[in-house]
């Protein structure tokens, strides 16, 4: 990315900075989507561990990533409007493929950066608090690897 991408991509992370509303969607998004499956492992009795093989807690974490960029994404092009800087932003001599990379790394890198804090979170919490039974069963090699690997896609994905 040029220098003009880089650019953009600063001056939407200030923005965000300055901006409660997208402080307070990134922080309320990710707090919905583990309090529930945090809340069901953790409650979880020893006997009960079987079920969590059979069920995938980690799969509702993957809401974060698909959600908090379109949010995020949705304001990035909004909040130009309401400020009056998308037109002449638009006017500028930045190269459209540099544009919208830059907005699309400056949406995607911080929802990358909360959904692995989140995904860190949650088993930070599950092996502190939980049975250990119950958090051995939480912790299958496939649904990490999946949190791992379609984080990332599913970001991309949400913006495109």
């Known amino acids: 990315m040029v220098m003009r991408g880089r650019a953009i991509f600063r001056k939407e992370l200030r923005e965000y900075r300055h901006t409660g509303s997208i402080i307070a969607t990134m922080a309320v998004i990710p707090l919905v989507f583990i309090s529930f499956p945090l809340i069901a492992v953790l409650r979880l009795p020893a006997s009960e561990s079987r079920a969590l093989l059979e069920g995938h807690p980690l799969a509702i974490l993957l809401g974060i990533p698909a959600l908090v960029p379109a949010v995020v994404a949705a304001y990035s092009v909004v909040g130009e409007r309401e400020q009056a800087t ?23 890198v911080p929802s990358l950066a909360i959904s692995y804090a989140v995904y860190g979170f949650f088993p930070a919490c599950v092996e502190l608090f939980a049975h250990p039974a119950v958090a051995s069963a939480v912790f299958q090699g496939p649904e990490v690897i999946a949190q791992l690997l379609f984080t990332p896609l599913l970001a991309a994905w949400s913006i495109w």
């Open 86 to 108: 998308l037109e002449p932003l638009l006017t500028t001599p930045i190269p459209g493929e540099e544009f919208l990379l830059g907005k699309a790394l400056a949406i995607v």
